[in-house]
């Protein structure tokens, strides 16, 4: 028997393969190695309140700070590779919980905006949407020099909308095949695509890139 499959549902399967996984190593990274140093900071600190020598107290009290700086990075990691938020809350607020990862990563500042109330997204286009974000907001600090971005959200009963600029340096079209930020907007093109929506991307030196994606709903 003969079995055969389209590019698309391949490139689909693909990607929620690698999404589950994804997700499985966020949880494990925090619930598991997370509450495992919050169990080692939690002993540190009992044994710290039995010692009475500066000496012991003082590198307990260094090696708590890192444990504690180590499981913010783990929280901050986990954030990133699947927020929590995109699966209980909604993209709205997945998307705000990057930003504040984003922000703190980079020191970009983000203004973002939505107009319009939430809509349902299924759950595999919500993820889609926010990899695409994830992906051009990754791109733009790596390539775009710039320290502020508008991004703006706008949902009606039929479409999300999601515009995205970057004040940054720009680029010339006949260029991008020579930047390797041109796989990171095949990716992303690639995302929508499968979503039936559109992520179309333009640009202009001195001026900045904007990246305009929409979602049917």
């Excluded at 710290?48 to 090696?63: Q, R």
């Excluded at 990133?80 to 997945?94: D, F, I, N, R, S």
């Excluded at 502020?148 to 995205?164: A, G």
């Amino acid at each position: 028997m003969e079995y055969s499959a389209s590019r698309n549902q391949i490139s689909s399967y693909i990607i929620q393969a690698q999404e589950e996984e994804i997700k499985r190593i966020s949880l494990e990274l925090h619930e598991g190695v997370g509450q495992n140093l919050f169990s080692i900071l939690t002993g540190l600190k009992l044994v710290d309140s039995g010692i009475n020598e500066a000496y012991y107290k003082n590198y307990l009290h260094e090696m708590t700070q890192l444990i504690e700086k180590t499981m913010q990075e783990i929280r901050l990691l986990s954030v990133e590779l699947y927020p929590p938020a995109l699966t209980t809350l909604g993209l709205l607020p997945a998307i705000k919980s990057y930003i504040k990862v984003y922000t703190s990563t980079f020191g970009i500042l983000v203004d973002l905006t939505s107009t319009g109330e939430e809509k349902h997204i299924l759950e595999q286009n919500s993820i889609a949407v926010f990899r695409v974000c994830q992906e051009a907001l990754a791109n733009i600090a790596k390539y775009a020099d710039t320290s502020n971005i508008k991004m703006d959200l706008t949902w009606s009963n039929s479409e999300l909308k999601i515009s995205i600029f970057d004040f940054g340096k720009g680029f010339q079209k006949e260029d991008l095949e020579k930047n390797p930020y041109s796989l990171g907007i095949a990716t992303m093109k690639e995302r929508m695509l499968l979503t039936g929506g559109q992520c179309e991307i333009s640009s202009t030196i001195g001026e900045g890139t904007s990246i305009e994606i929409s979602l049917p709903i």
